[in-house]
């Protein structure tokens, strides 16, 4: 807060355009009160003269001098102190980083005093456009309403539209207000800052501290001076009705009554939830423990391939992040050089320097060596880990990477945990429902195949296309999926401005289209038995809903007739879908035949988060799992077979046939191409199947990303290094389906490096190997089956664990943490390496005779 006021100009102050010759100088003129700290100044620093003001001068009095002035030369908030202090360290070291914080600590102190920051009830401005803005969203509501009323939408797409409206209400208010406050902010830095008699404008308090990082954010100011918006009852449902006062107009007695729910569901949630986290933490130091650096290089030709994380068109982590600090499993030419050069060898570190190079060269998937695929057999060879996130330097031998992994990934655990209170239980929910063009460029869609409905418009009727926007060259610059259904709002090859909406879609409901014209024929839609009629108790419309059923032989289907009654369209539906013609009605091409509602919108919150990295590092299989296409080919959707759908997938050389349970939707139709690997239901993909189906190296990078969104969900910056040790813990060990000619059992579960080591043995004596599959194991189950038993004995089922190890004569290699800690031995991680145990320490003999040195001087 004090680095932050210190280094803010103010338009007006004393002494405004001075020039001065040196730092020194300006000094001398501040201390004797000839220009004002906030004064915009010219000075001449290293050889060249700089705008600045004075107090980014005094600031840099304090700053090693290796340190550039154009560090200092900005407002200085939270983010430009981390990278101060992160280049003082790579700069001059620990020991002068250390007095340059403490410095930085007084300084920072004495000006925050010096600021008079307070809060105080004006500060908090209510943004002018906030009546306008909810009186306009009270009237869309009153319309959602009335569309409900008279039968045209669902309940649930009523409450998720309204609540839609809300959040959308909400931001804009949250939008109005921190505009509102960093105009008269940037006013008071470029226009005047002084009131016409001298006095100074106040920089407003609250603003200050959000936007210097020091305390509070948007989402608090919000609540302050906006609306406070959504709430959440303790279900976790949200409620309709948003909180449209905020605390400095003051809530109603209803509006307090509303809120104390979220702020009670958050303490009540904290209390429980800091136990899971715990104990998360616990199950990752277990399995990971005798992960440590044992060697400088496995030697090892694999690795991983990285591309830049994009969610719906946006980078949310760019290549260069991903890359930084890895070392490079190839080399990597630049494209740019005219001799062939490279930006980086393999087996070299990737710097953040050859990072940036490589992002803007426009590589788009890097190698890069990894934990993953380290052939070390007891641990982690160095290279493969790359830099050490704490010191920025390659990786000792004996650091305990396992124990840091599991720190790294638990204790966010304990913070997501946390993190609902903060807000008192506001829910935020926003729903995407169309994709607008980012960059200026041409239009290409990719895989889409549309038909034009009676209004004109581009219906989109397959899943997994893409509409890409490439630049004249034809790079690609931007692409987003486009679901079925959706509405293509620009033609292939158009050109685009940003801003522009590319495609729209209900992001409420899942449409059935009719593709084709004719008349409406139900088939197996009986009232009672497969279809249930409910009058809305409000609206009194009445609305066919298609229910689950027993009787086997039933398919509830619409199908479409042309003149000469030939079936042209038939459209099976699953339950729960609302049915949204009549029979014999007349229906054109892309018109809506029914819709299937999605799931009531839940706020995110981190019990999505928690249980759910919980659920990927355990490797449970999840309840709603969905089958997956197991290879490349045609869909078609076959009849009933005992009461389940069949869907016939026709590869290049084979056929795979899958019966689907009723009570599922099918999210393909007939003529779709998958791939292997992709849904043919809703629900969760199961990451047993994407190992038995694509292979290991899919499923590793599906657990990395996947636990990766969670914590990026919540805003937690986890490396993926530490990701990767854990998971690597997990794919352990295989089973062994045939023997050959090994020492193995069929069905027996031994480690990976063992079972190599065991085939390469026979092979050598000519023998048959034994064959296997990898397994994926959750964290619970790899840590009992650890090598050790004294480390599996002391996590869980203590009697189990021991009998178990008696009954076979197991010996522990004393290889892990745990294992020495408990038997009081030196563990093997640091200075207890095995490389520095052996070491022995002799004395050469010449250095004992020489006469002390202190005594010659006297």
């Known amino acids: 807060l004090g680095c932050y006021y210190l280094t803010k100009p103010r338009a007006g102050s004393l002494g405004e355009g001075k020039v001065f010759s040196s730092p020194q100088e300006v000094r001398l003129a501040f201390d004797e009160g000839m220009v004002g700290l906030q004064a915009k100044i010219k000075v001449r620093m290293a050889g060249k003269l700089c705008g600045t003001t004075v107090g980014r001068v005094v600031l840099y009095e304090i700053v090693p001098p290796e340190i550039p002035f154009d560090m200092v030369n900005c407002v200085v908030d939270k983010k430009v102190l981390q990278k101060l202090v992160m280049e003082s360290v790579k700069r001059v070291g620990n020991a002068r980083t250390v007095k340059f914080l403490d410095d930085l600590k007084s300084l920072g102190f004495y000006y925050a005093t010096k600021s008079g920051v307070s809060i105080s009830v004006d500060d908090m401005e209510v943004p002018p456009t906030k009546d306008e803005v909810v009186e306009r969203t009270f009237r869309e509501v009153l319309e959602v309403e009335d569309q409900y009323l008279h039968g045209y939408i669902t309940r649930g797409e009523k409450y998720n539209k309204v609540v839609g409206l809300w959040a959308q209400a909400t931001e804009e208010v949250t939008r109005d207000m921190m505009d509102n406050l960093r105009r008269k902010d940037e006013g008071i830095m470029e226009e005047e800052g002084y009131y016409p008699d001298g006095t100074p404008r106040e920089f407003n308090s609250i603003y200050t501290m959000a936007n210097s990082g020091a305390r509070g954010g948007t989402s608090q100011i919000r609540q302050l001076a906006g609306m406070r918006g959504l709430m959440a009852k303790p279900s976790g449902e949200i409620i309709e009705t948003p909180i449209t006062a905020n605390f400095r107009e003051g809530l109603t007695v209803l509006q307090y009554f509303v809120s104390t729910h979220g702020a009670r569901k958050g303490l009540a949630d904290t209390a429980l939830k800091t136990a899971n986290a715990g104990y998360l933490t616990r199950k990752l130091v277990d399995v990971a423990h005798s992960e440590i650096i044992v060697e400088k290089d496995c030697g090892t030709i694999e690795g991983i391939y990285v591309e830049p994380i994009v969610e719906g068109g946006d980078i949310i982590e760019s290549l260069s992040d991903r ?41 788009k998937r890097v190698g890069i060596r990894s934990v993953l695929t380290c052939e070390c057999k007891d641990g982690i060879c160095a290279t493969c880990y790359g830099r050490d996130l704490s010191t920025g330097k390659p990786v000792a031998l004996g650091e305990a990477v396992g124990v840091i992994a599991a720190q790294s990934i638990g204790e966010p655990g304990t913070q997501l945990t946390m993190r609902t209170f903060h807000i008192g239980g506001t829910a935020t929910v926003f729903e995407v429902s169309s994709h607008e063009a ?33 630049d004249d060259q034809g790079k690609e610059k931007e692409s987003y999926p486009v679901t079925y259904g959706a509405i293509l709002k620009v033609k292939d090859g158009q050109e685009v401005k940003p801003g522009d909406v590319l495609v729209t879609w209900d992001p409420y409901s899942i449409p059935i289209l009719s593709e084709v014209s004719g008349r409406v024929k139900f088939g197996d839609i009986i009232e009672g038995v497969t279809m249930k009629e409910e009058v809305d108790e409000v609206s009194g419309m009445v609305q066919r809903v298609v229910t689950e059923f027993k009787e086997e032989k039933r398919l509830p289907r619409i199908s479409i007739k042309d003149e000469n009654n030939r079936t042209i369209g038939r459209y099976p539906l699953p339950a729960g879908a609302y049915i949204m013609v009549a029979e014999g009605d007349a229906v054109s091409a892309g018109d809506i035949v029914a819709k299937i509602p999605r799931e009531t919108a839940k706020t995110k919150d981190i019990t999505g988060g928690l249980p759910k990295v919980i659920q990927l590092f355990e490797a449970r299989r999840a309840k709603d799992k969905a089958i997956i296409a197991e290879i490349d080919g045609e869909v078609e959707i076959g009849t009933m077979v005992r009461g389940k759908r069949k869907v016939i997938i026709r590869g290049e050389h084979e056929t795979r046939e899958y019966l689907i349970p009723r009570a599922q939707t099918i999210v393909v139709r007939t003529g779709d191409y998958v791939r292997a690997g992709e849904p043919l239901v809703e629900g969760t993909v199961d990451p047993h199947d994407i190992l038995e189906i694509l292979g290991v190296k899919a499923l590793q990078k599906y657990l990395v990303d996947e636990i990766q969104k969670v914590y990026r969900l919540q805003g937690v910056d986890i490396n993926d290094k530490h990701i990767e040790v854990i998971v690597r813990q997990m794919l352990k060990r295989v089973r062994v389906d045939d023997p050959g000619d090994t020492k193995f059992l069929p069905g027996d579960e031994v480690n990976r490096f063992e079972f190599e080591e065991e085939n390469q043995r026979v092979m050598r004596e000519g023998g048959r190997p034994a064959v296997g599959k990898v397994l994926l194991q959750g964290i619970a189950k790899a840590a009992l089956y650890s090598d050790s038993f004294i480390s599996a004995a002391s996590f869980q089922e203590t009697t189990k664990v021991l009998t178990e190890a008696a009954v076979a004569g197991k010996v522990d290699p004393l290889r892990g943490l745990k294992e020495n800690v408990i038997l009081g031995r030196l563990i093997p991680a640091g200075t207890g390496v095995n490389e520095y145990r052996e070491t022995e320490v002799r004395i050469k003999r010449e250095f004992i005779h020489k006469e002390n040195p202190l005594d010659s001087e006297e």
């Open 323 to 363: 890359i930084v600090g890895r070392i490079s499993l190839e080399d990597i030419p630049d494209p740019f050089s005219e001799e062939g050069e490279y930006i980086v060898r393999g087996g070299e570190e990737i710097d953040e320097e050859k990072a940036r190079r490589i992002e803007e060269s426009g590589i």
């Open 438 to 470: 980012k960059t200026q460029g041409f239009v290409r869609y990719h895989n889409i195949r549309a038909i034009t409905n009676k209004d004109g418009d581009l219906v989109v009727m397959n899943r997994n296309g893409e509409i890409k926007v490439v």
